[in-house]
């Protein structure tokens, strides 16, 4: 019975990976569509360039510090 638990909580841990692993394609695709609309931006209206620079450095920060949650939280759940 032992045994089958301890299988059970190995997969189950494996399973937090891969969520965690499809979960992160989200943050991925929110950094790409920052980057890619702030270069369209500075292209468009190179003038306003530190501007949009500040504020795509804002976005990304905001997106990883949400992947970062992602990746933390489920250990702090668990233990």
């Not at 301890?6 to 943050?27: C, D, Q, R, T």
């Not at 931006?41 to 949400?66: C, D, H, K, S, W």
């Amino acid at each position: 019975m032992s045994a089958l638990l301890a299988e059970v909580s190995g997969s189950l841990n494996s399973l937090g990976s891969i969520g965690y692993g499809l979960a992160a394609i989200g943050p991925g695709i929110g950094v790409g569509i920052i980057f890619g609309q702030g270069v369209q931006a500075i292209a468009r209206n190179p003038e306003a360039y530190n501007l949009i620079r500040q504020n795509m450095l804002l976005g990304f920060v905001l997106t990883e510090a949400l992947a970062l949650i992602g990746l933390v939280a489920p250990f702090m759940f668990n233990a």
